[in-house]
Nanobody
Framework: QVQLVESGGGLVQPGNSLRLACEAS????????MGWFRQAPGKERDFVGG????????DYAASVQGRFTISRDNAKDTVYLQMNNLKPEETADYYC???????????????????WGQGTQVTVSS
């Protein structure tokens, strides 16, 4: 059974950091590109960043470039999203997603991903 389980969400003050984790099971994680998306209340789900199967290639949305970092541990079937200097407008449900792919391209649209987690809520507020 394919599963992606996000964790690490919560309430954080503006300017602070949070690290999300997404643990995979039921498929070959090490041959998948992993993406992070977020969906704010009343808005569409947007690409945050993606990480290639071997971790060597990443891409980020312009709004998070330089503040967010994606990493992965293929031995633990887990991908991480380190978020620094968080802003109130980044309050959203954060989702990880997977696509079987061993190339260098980072896919940035929802329809490109095959598996999805249930999401973890991040609230940035003082």
């Amino acid at each position: 059974q394919v599963q992606l389980v996000e964790s690490g969400g919560g309430l954080v003050q503006p300017g602070n950091s949070l690290r999300l984790a997404c643990e995979a099971s039921g498929f070959t994680f090490s041959t998948c590109i992993m993406g992070w998306f977020r969906q704010a209340p009343g808005k569409e789900r947007d690409f945050v960043g993606g990480n290639s199967w071997n971790g060597r290639y990443t891409d980020y949305a312009a709004s998070v470039q330089g503040r967010f970092t994606i990493s992965r541990d293929n031995a633990k079937d887990t991908v991480y999203l380190q978020m620094n200097n968080l802003k109130p407008e980044e309050t959203a449900d954060y989702y990880c997603a997977a696509r079987s792919y061993v190339g260098t391209r980072i896919y940035i649209t929802e329809n490109d991903y095959h598996y999805w987690g249930q999401g973890t809520q991040v609230t940035v507020s003082s």
